[in-house]
């Protein structure tokens, strides 16, 4: 052997260790990134008032997520409320509010026709809500099924994000 050819097949040794690596590398963080799953503990969350409960697929949640950002987040930044920040979309807000909004189907209601925090008075013609479809053109496109999603990623997140959701600057 040359000394040419020592250096080719070491070199072409060296070649084929690091693709090797760098592929192994890149299954073993994408998988991880992928096989990311939030546990059903955190997805299951109340589906009324009545005490039962439902458990959100990651298709529902992701779905949440998205029409949340899509549609809420401009006000709800972070489970926040920029109309009212002493009104934020913590569990302890929304289960202090009348009637209680901390259930799948009575968040949907209130998307529906919302009140406001002690229930009294509507807001449609302030809150985003299906009575008010032309004031707010967004709610036109949303099904039933995208509320019940949105409601579903407001419930999970205070298990998901902690404090961050509805905490405000000073719990970040």
Same mark, same amino acid.
């Not at 260790?17 to 890149?26: A, Q």
């Not at 009637?99 to 925090?117: A, G, H, K, M």
């Not at 009294?120 to 302030?126: E, G, Q």
């Given at each position: ?33 992928? &096989? ?58 929304? &289960? ?7 259930? /799948? ?13 002690? #229930? ?17 053109? /967004? ?9 019940? &999603? ?11 994000? #902690? ?10």
């Amino acid at each position: 052997m040359t000394i040419p050819s020592v250096l080719k097949k070491t070199l072409a040794s060296v070649v084929i260790v690091y693709v090797t690596l760098v592929v192994v590398m890149l299954l073993l963080t994408t998988g991880s990134a992928i &096989a990311v799953e939030i546990d059903e503990s955190i997805r299951t969350v109340p589906l009324n008032n009545n005490g039962m409960q439902t458990t959100l697929s990651l298709n529902q949640l992701a779905l949440g997520r998205q029409k949340f950002n899509n549609s809420c987040a401009q006000c709800h930044l972070d489970g926040g409320s920029k109309t009212n920040p002493d009104v934020d979309l913590s569990t302890e807000t929304l &289960a202090l509010a009348t009637p209680p909004r901390n259930s /799948i189907e009575s968040i949907v209601n209130y998307l529906n026709e919302p009140t406001t925090y002690d #229930g009294v008075t509507s807001l449609a013609a302030f809150h985003p809500s299906t009575l008010e479809p032309e004031i707010f053109p /967004i709610m036109q496109s949303l099904s039933e099924d995208d509320l019940s &999603a949105i409601a579903g990623y407001i419930l999970t997140q205070p298990r998901i994000v #902690g404090q961050q959701w509805a905490g405000g600057k000073p719990k970040r």
